[in-house]
């Protein structure tokens, strides 16, 4: 292949090439559901998967549920925190897209005029994924897969470099893994305060805080009656 021999010995190129080679035999109609895919449709998987295990926390209640909650607050302002910390790292190391420096490139996505070092949109999902598996592993470990997907997606389509991805794959970990105890020691009081109010306990438990109170009311009634009852069986 023409574009290997103009690589080298950079495996970096080589598996540039080698993924991106990929789409030039692929089907067309294959090759633009790769582009809305890796473009925007994993974005929005992450997206959905947060909102499904706060769907699934809601559903289960129990004591820690302000605390899943203020996990699942977490992964979103983790992303953007993470894509935050990305525009000094692109600014510093100014690496042009591959498509720039490489010919034979089949790059399905064009207007790309940034750097590519490090990839947004591994750092993003990897970050929500990240944070996702503090708040519950099975979600966690679906929400790791949609970033290793997204990251072969962008190197597929010809906008990065395969240690773009890596570096972004690192970048969102780190912000969501070494932040995370900040960011609970803020976010769960917040949500446990939110949960008291009439709203939020929809929001953290899937009830009101009046039907709430009700079934705690119902509960000591229960328990009142039965201390009676032994009282006058004693």
């Known amino acids: 292949m023409a574009g290997l021999a103009e690589s080298g010995s950079n495996p970096d190129v080589d598996l540039l090439y080698d993924i ?18 890796g ?27 302000a605390g899943s ?6 992964a979103p302002l ?9 525009v000094p790292i692109r600014g510093f190391v100014e690496r042009p897209r591959p498509f720039r420096d490489h010919q034979g490139l089949d790059v399905l996505v064009s207007g790309k005029t940034d750097f590519s070092f490090v990839s947004d949109h591994a750092t993003i999902t990897m970050a929500m994924g990240a944070a996702l598996f503090v708040a ?15 990251g072969f997606c962008r190197v597929y389509m010809g906008v990065h470099y395969p ?16 932040l995370s105890p900040l960011a609970m020691a803020v976010l769960t009081p917040v949500a446990r305060a939110v949960e008291g109010t009439s709203w939020g ?21 229960e328990e009142r009656a039965s201390a009676e009852e032994r009282d006058l069986a004693a």
């Open 78 to 86: 983790a992303a953007g925190i993470a894509v935050l910390v990305n």
């Open 163 to 178: 240690t773009d991805v890596v570096g972004g794959f690192a970048l969102g970990t780190a912000v969501a893994l070494l």
């Open 69 to 74: 909650v203020a996990a699942l607050v977490w």
């Open 201 to 221: 306990a929809w929001l953290v438990r899937g009830r009101s805080a009046r039907g709430a109170g009700a079934v705690v009311a119902e509960a000591r009634g």
């Open 39 to 65: 473009e925007y449709g994993l974005l929005l998987a992450s997206v959905l998967l947060v909102v499904w295990c706060w769907w699934s926390v809601r559903r289960r209640g129990g004591e820690d549920a």
């Open 136 to 150: 519950d592993r099975r979600f966690g470990l679906a929400g790791i897969g949609i970033a290793l997907l997204e």
């Open 20 to 37: 991106n080679g990929l789409a030039k035999d692929a089907p067309h109609w294959f090759d633009r559901a790769m582009e809305y895919v």
